[in-house]
Nanobody
Framework: VQLVESGGGSAQSGGSLRLSCEAS????????MVWFRQVPGQEREGVAG???????GYADSVKGRFTISQDNAKNTLYLQMNSLKPEDTAMYYC?????????????????????WGQGTQVPVSS
């Protein structure tokens, strides 16, 4: 499976961006898809995840500001980011895994997901 992120770019504090992650390849099965972000020199941080039934989880740092969604017909995952803050500045990655029967495991297991995109940069200025 190939994952390609898009939608990153410069934003101002308080602004919004929508990231997309298009999946191609053998996607015809139940999965968990997630968004991560990483600042250079820091650990990769789980942001949000969604499973095949539409159950969703968010990191505390983005709850109420970010919304994860998916369009199964388009094999595309989205991350709507509102009320952006400078501390949201990071490279954003999507990842997916098909080994949990369509459910998402605990966030600490997301780091072992088998398929990752190349990332899209989101700089947020104050």
């Amino acid at each position: 499976v190939q994952l390609v992120e898009s939608g990153g770019g410069s934003a101002q504090s308080g602004g919004s961006l929508r990231l997309s992650c298009e999946a191609s390849g053998d996607t015809d099965s139940r999965n968990c898809m997630v968004w991560f972000r990483q600042v250079p020199g820091q650990e990769r941080e789980g942001v949000a995840g969604i499973d095949s039934d539409g159950d969703i989880g968010y990191a505390d740092s983005v709850k109420g500001r970010f919304t994860i969604s998916q369009d199964n017909a388009k094999n595309t995952l989205y991350l709507q980011m509102n009320s952006l803050k400078p501390e949201d500045t990071a490279m954003y990655y999507c990842a997916a895994d098909w080994s949990y029967g369509g459910s998402c495991p605990a966030m600490e297991l997301w780091y072992d997901f088998g398929d990752w995109g190349q990332g899209t940069q989101v700089p947020v200025s104050s």
